[in-house]
């Protein structure tokens, strides 16, 4: 009864080689998120998209994009992965982007940059 | 800029032992509040959440959180903890109200239960 899948769960790319990670949901949720969590760090938000429309924060960089082809599925592209674009990806659902809203979490992807 | 501190990043306790994980936050304006879980080898699920009425919020498997405004703060706590409570915590706020769902983690807590 998975409800919010990522694929892979384990990845390694080169520097600079252009990597792209899946998550689909069957919670048939109006908003995906994207996080990235860094070794000992806290997850932070990359972008959401609220159904179709696309929210990126303000210090995400350009490298990282994201497309979102119907409610079910998202992806997260990584350009040209650097170094330090090592880390857990995580993705989130909710039904809506109140504040009360309860995101539900993906397993997460682990990307290693080599 | 809204930011969350958890102040134990690893905290060791046997079975039974009472637990308090403490969370503050920065934010000047109103705030919902989260307690997330992630069990080994899980995935991040909610614990409990705190938007507004008693500030004494109770999640699953016996958990609770006290919202104390004037303190910032949203402290984890279980009176007795188990061996599968070994986990690590995540504390989240939220600006409220609002509507772009962005959730500002603190860095997470790792609790080891020793049987």
């Known amino acids: 009864d998975a409800m919010v899948i990522q694929n892979p769960r384990y990845q390694v790319t080169q520097f600079g080689k252009p990597v792209t990670l899946s998550c689909s949901q069957t919670?048939?949720?109006?908003?995906m998120y994207w996080y990235q969590q860094k070794s000992s760090q806290a997850p932070k938000l990359l972008f959401h998209?609220?159904?179709?429309?696309?929210?990126n924060e303000a210090d995400t960089p350009d490298n990282f994009q994201s497309r979102r082809p119907n409610t079910s599925f998202c992806f997260l592209d990584i350009r040209s992965p650097g170094l330090g674009d090592t880390a857990m990806y995580l993705c989130?659902?909710?039904?809506?982007?109140?504040?009360?809203?309860?995101?539900?979490f993906g397993p997460g992807t682990r990307l290693l940059v080599l | 800029a809204q930011s969350v501190s958890q102040h134990n990043h690893h905290v060791i306790l046997s079975e039974a032992a009472s637990l308090e994980l403490g969370c503050n936050y920065s934010y000047g304006g109103t705030v919902n509040l989260f307690w997330y879980v992630q069990y080994p080898g899980q995935h991040l699920q909610l614990l409990l959440k705190?938007?507004?009425?008693?500030?004494l919020v109770k999640g699953i498997k016996g958990f609770e959180a006290e919202f104390i405004k004037s303190k910032f703060s949203f402290n984890l706590r279980k009176p007795s903890v188990q061996w599968s409570d070994t986990a690590e915590y995540f504390c989240?706020?939220?600006?409220?109200?609002?509507?772009?769902?962005?959730?500002?983690f603190g860095q997470g807590t790792t609790l080891q239960v020793k049987p």
């Open positions: 989130a659902t909710s039904g809506d982007r109140g504040s009360a809203e309860t995101q539900y």
């Open positions: 989240a706020v939220i600006s409220a109200p609002g509507n772009t769902g962005k959730l500002i």
């Open positions: 919670l048939n949720h109006n908003v």
């Open positions: 705190y938007f507004s009425g008693d500030p």
């Open positions: 998209y609220y159904d179709k429309d696309f929210n």
